[in-house]
């Protein structure tokens, strides 16, 4: 993996952080391939819209609320760093 996506995934693990108060978790100890809702880190549907709300003020990026997409998106913080490398990208 090359380093600007590495340093995306870094961005976006603290973008989680601090939008959603997860004081009690560092950036390195969130594994990038992890599960955000449910199992893995355990968030939930508020958590998304935030989150989803801070990737848009940072990034420029739009989501629609409910579709698979967004579901395959919000897997993991890699799959996010996917989404929004590519929307960059064009």
């Given at each position: ?19 959603l108060n ?69």
């Open positions: 993996m090359n380093t600007v996506a590495l340093d995306l995934e870094h961005e976006i693990k603290e973008l989680l952080i601090s939008c997860l004081e009690d978790l560092s950036p390195e100890a969130i594994d990038p391939e992890q599960a955000l809702f449910v199992e893995g880190l355990g968030l939930d549907s508020i958590d998304a819209l935030e989150l989803g709300l801070a990737l848009q003020q940072r990034y420029g990026v739009s989501m629609s609320a409910d579709s698979e997409q967004t579901r395959k998106h919000f897997a993991s913080i890699r799959a996010l760093a996917q989404f929004v490398a590519e929307k960059r990208s064009k």
